[in-house]
């Protein structure tokens, strides 16, 4: 694992860091960290012995530790400045996944969006098919309370992160690339750089490694091409005629009959002359993409098809994913994680299928200040197929305050979507206006998940019904 035993993770609340903390502590090594404040995240980690600071300062980081960072942390933290300071070894928060998963096949799932959700599937579905990988999701698992889990297996399942080219520190035995839709612009600057750095990806599978892609996206097709191309052992999957141009030939895997409720979703899939059927417990087409992905990888592990096929039914969603929050009085809540406008317009399909004849109402929290300026009017047409849309004030994350950039640049591009500053008040506002067989859902990777309360408050106390 390393020469030392201790590590410190600074940010150890956030999600990607917790996971990496709970993985460390799993593998007997002593852990520490802090967080500028508390959480039920925090009470988690302390629940399974990591010793968790609130705040930071140099007190904190034990002398003879690593010290783990990610992008987020800035140099002038005192507890990072110390570390330095110090001589202490400073690694990113990957180079540290990468520690927990020594000695195990990894499998690195990566794209834009759609990351979450795949790699929960297939990490589920190879416990049900009795593999009982590792796990590092950066959500929570209803099934594991945690985004983490060390399995007494031989297969590390996790999120690999593109949005700062730290997946690039990982040697994949299978890599799954979801799409490749640029984002993060205000680090790689084009759409060109943005698929240069999942080409270099692709570079860092071990030899004999396979690369799964999704054939619908253009970027994905473009890139199982050029990987094609120089003899990379690469499968392709997609809807029957969804099938990117990019791609110059049908997909490997075809997914046919794919249908979907508010509830579930089946398909049929065909590669060569193998048929399975898959049946999910989570609603959406999307859902069904993503699954079969997680199928062919769970077969490439060695996991027979049909097994794999039916194992995916122990998949039940993931925190924030169209995360069902409560109701009352025939109205419903849910909370989404969607922050990039494919995963918006994505989101409120979904809403739509389970809303039937109902209205869905959309409170959106921006994420980065970056983010929205490059896709204000693709931000604002996905929501504009959402009835009633209310936009808040821009969740920064890592990011200064840009000037001239807020929410107003989605609105103004969206007349009916009103410009509410504060997500509380936009959230029971947006509450007011949901009636008997509407859907509300709050968006964004932020801290909009905080509002959910207000929702139900709002309903209970306009006495339309008992909140569940």
């Not at 619908?216 to 120089?230: I, M, V, W």
């Amino acid at each position: 694992m390393s020469t030392s035993h201790r590590f410190h993770l600074i940010g150890i609340g956030g999600a990607g860091m917790s996971v990496v903390a709970e993985l460390l502590k799993d593998r007997g090594l002593e852990v520490s960290g802090s967080d500028q404040k508390d959480s039920p995240v925090l009470d988690h980690l302390r629940s399974v012995g990591v010793k968790v600071f609130v705040g930071h300062d140099a007190s904190h980081v034990p002398a003879d530790s690593v010290v783990v960072v990610s992008t987020a942390v800035r140099e002038t933290n005192p507890e990072l400045a110390y570390a330095r300071k110090e001589g202490l070894r400073v690694i990113h928060r990957s180079q540290a996944l990468a520690l927990a998963a020594s000695g195990m096949r990894f499998v690195a799932v990566a794209g834009a969006h759609g990351k979450t959700t795949t790699s929960g599937m297939l990490s589920m579905a190879l416990r049900q098919a009795g593999a009982d990988p590792s796990i590092a999701v950066g959500s929570v698992i209803p099934e594991l309370g945690s985004g983490a889990h060390l399995g007494s297996g031989d297969i590390f399942v996790a999120e690999a992160d593109e949005s700062d080219g730290s997946f690039l520190n990982y040697t994949p035995w299978i890599e799954i690339v979801t799409n490749v839709e640029p984002d993060h612009l205000d680090r790689y600057g084009s759409r060109e750089a943005f698929e240069q750095v999942f080409v270099d990806f692709v570079g860092c599978l071990r030899e004999g490694g396979t690369l799964v892609c999704c054939g619908e996206d253009a970027g994905s097709a473009r890139l199982a091409r050029y990987a094609k191309g120089r003899g990379i052992d690469t499968v392709t999957y997609g809807r029957e005629g969804q099938e990117s141009p990019e791609l110059g030939a049908p997909c490997d895997v075809v997914i046919k009959d794919a249908t979907t409720d508010g509830h579930i979703a089946s398909a049929q899939v065909l590669w060569n002359t193998e048929t399975v059927e898959i049946n999910l417990r989570v609603p959406g087409l999307h859902n069904i993409v993503n699954a079969v992905a997680a199928w062919i990888s769970g077969v490439r592990l060695g996991i027979e098809g049909h097994l794999m096929a039916s194992s995916l039914t122990a998949f039940s969603g993931t925190s924030r994913r169209f995360e069902f929050k409560g109701e009352n009085g025939g109205r419903r809540l849910y909370d989404d994680y969607a922050h990039h406008p494919t995963e918006v317009a994505a989101a409120i399909t979904q809403a739509r299928s389970a809303a039937g004849n109902g209205e869905v109402s959309v409170v959106f929290q921006p994420h980065l200040y970056s983010r929205t300026q490059s896709f204000a009017e693709r931000f604002a047409d996905a929501l504009s197929h959402a009835d009633h849309v209310y936009v808040c004030d821009i969740y920064g994350a890592r990011e200064d305050p840009v000037p001239g950039v807020d929410s107003t640049l989605i609105t103004s591009h969206l007349p009916k979507a009103r410009y509410v500053p504060d997500m509380h008040e936009a959230a029971r506002l947006a509450a007011r206006e949901v009636s008997e067989g509407g859907i509300l859902l709050t968006m964004g990777a932020g801290s909009i998940t905080q509002c959910d309360q207000d929702v139900l408050d709002e309903w209970e106390h306009d006495g339309a019904g008992s909140a569940q």
